[in-house]
């Protein structure tokens, strides 16, 4: 094994320091064998106040350097993090399960978001506008909006941090990190790849703990902090709105999903099944994109559940660490009473098991199929967060496409079909923020990433991603 122990950190970062204000401690588990990877200081509001305290008397310098300094210190970050990124990849596996080409995957990804940013900040233009009268002269700037809060979770313990923070530095930000307590190793290291790289100390500070409600609320009502960025469940995302009303902070929620993939009678299937089998299964179902309720018209529903069957019946559950492995364990056991929950919900309204059912270790569930899904069950409303495929019938296009609108959510669908005019109907009638057309790998840093009704608000990567972190100012010069 690489020497990943150099990477593993065990206290916050703040002000470019390792500092602990506990003298109590937390355990991080691998969920493969529920050893223990890490001994943590559990850190708490008190320690958050103090880094927001430093962010935001760095914030005062950091918005005056240049952008071009900037983005030289995000691209030193991005190559030290690819310079690391099996140590890294390897950390991300032992605190999440997370198969390692999947880890290593993530890094990628979330190294992009750094590269990505640090170049689109030097774009970061604004505007002149006729004046209103022959005297004036009207300008737009864009400012960076101060302190940022973060709080990611656990299932994609870079990424969802780098695609939070790299706008936010790119156009001036300080900020604040609060990582899920089940993934704090991976969040510790890479804020010491950005101390490496050079950031100046109160930039980027991390605080770990496991009182996520108090720690939150530090972050919500402390008046220095002028935007909170989140990603996580929609009922805490409601919690965050609510704590973030007095202060009329802004907010950008990446929240839950309940995504349809729809398969149409004129669908190349095998596609679509190559499609289901990495949008169901990667992660072991455990991402807001991760299809959720698979629709199939009846013509073809029996021939795509024998395929579909046959495609997941090869999966290799496994220790994340083998790189065989495509399915590892789910993350907790709060998540295996969910999986059981909905198995037994969906037996007993008619649901017919084609494949798995079971746990095979107490950490990891089977990849399950069950045909014959309805309305009724619990994962027709709810996300389900692991590796059920729940497969639905429907007659007509007009039909899947209430059934898929049928949900509070709207943050990834996805649809097969050859048919041209089919493909624009049917994206335009979808309500949501991200729509897969006969594909189903959507991310990526270079993409609007968000959803609409209660799966969220504002979009993360692409050239609309720094605007969630910037002020626009109207100057108005008159008498000229
Ligand atoms: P998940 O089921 O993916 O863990 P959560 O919304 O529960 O989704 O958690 C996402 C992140 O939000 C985690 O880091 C978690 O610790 C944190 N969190 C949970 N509850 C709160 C809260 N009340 N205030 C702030 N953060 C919270």
Not at 121 to 133: Q, W
Not at 148 to 167: D, L, Y
Not at 213 to 234: A, D, P, Q, R, Y
Request: proline share 4%; aromatic share 10%.
């Amino acid at each position: 094994m690489n020497d990943y122990s150099k990477l593993i950190f065990e206290k916050s970062f703040v002000n470019g320091e390792w500092i602990n204000e506990s003298d109590s401690k937390f355990e991080v588990i691998n969920p493969f064998d529920l050893s223990v990877i890490g001994q943590v200081y559990n850190d708490d509001r008190l320690l958050v106040k103090k880094a927001i305290d430093v962010a935001h008397s760095a914030f005062k310098t950091w918005k005056k350097t240049s952008v071009k300094e900037r983005s030289i210190l995000m691209m030193k970050w991005y190559d030290l993090i690819m310079q690391n990124k099996i140590e890294i990849a390897t950390i991300m596996t032992l605190e999440s399960g997370k198969p390692f080409a999947e880890s290593l995957g993530e890094i990628d990804y979330g190294a992009n978001y750094i590269q990505w940013f640090a170049e689109e900040a030097k774009r970061n233009y604004g505007d002149v506008i006729p004046g209103f009268t022959s005297e004036k002269r009207i300008m737009v700037l864009k400012e960076p909006v101060g302190v940022v809060g973060a709080i990611t979770p656990w299932n994609f313990p870079i990424a969802m941090i780098t695609r939070k923070i790299a706008p936010a530095l790119a156009v001036g930000c300080t900020v604040v990190i609060r990582p899920s307590e089940e993934t704090p190793l991976t969040a510790l290291a890479i804020n010491y790849l950005a101390h490496e790289a050079g950031f100046p100390k109160g930039v980027i500070n991390t605080v770990v703990g496991t009182n996520a409600s108090e720690m939150g609320k530090e972050l919500c009502e402390n008046s220095k902090v002028s935007k909170i960025s989140f990603t996580g469940s929609t009922t805490v995302g409601k919690i965050l709105m609510q704590q973030c009303s007095d202060s009329l902070k802004k907010l950008s929620l990446e929240l839950g999903g309940n995504a349809p993939f729809i398969v149409f009678e004129d669908a190349d299937l095998d596609l679509a099944v190559k499609g289901a089998i990495s949008g169901k299964f990667r992660f072991s179902g455990q991402t807001c994109v991760c299809v959720n309720r698979i629709l199939v018209q009846e013509n073809v529903y029996d021939t795509f559940v024998e395929k579909f069957t046959a495609a997941a019946k090869n999966l290799k559950l496994g220790n994340g660490l083998d790189s065989e492995t495509q399915i590892g364990p789910l993350i907790n056991q709060k998540a295996i009473e969910r999986m059981n929950e909905m198995i037994q919900d969906a037996i007993s309204k008619g649901g017919e098991i084609k494949l798995g059912g079971n746990f095979v270790t107490p950490q990891f569930f089977e990849p399950t199929i069950i045909a014959n899904a309805n309305s009724e069950m619990l994962f027709a409303k709810n996300e389900i967060f692991g590796p059920i495929a729940p497969i639905f019938k429907f007659k007509t296009e007009e039909e899947a496409i209430e059934m898929a609108n049928d949900t509070i959510y709207g943050l990834a669908s996805y649809f097969y079909t050859k048919d041209l005019n089919r493909t624009w109907r049917v994206r335009e009638a979808l309500e949501y923020g991200i729509v897969g057309i006969n594909d189903g790998l959507i991310s990526s840093e270079m993409v609007p990433f968000g959803g609409v009704k209660q799966s969220g608000q504002g979009r993360e990567g692409s050239k609309y991603g720094m605007d969630y972190y910037l002020d626009l100012k109207y100057i108005c010069i008159g008498n000229v």
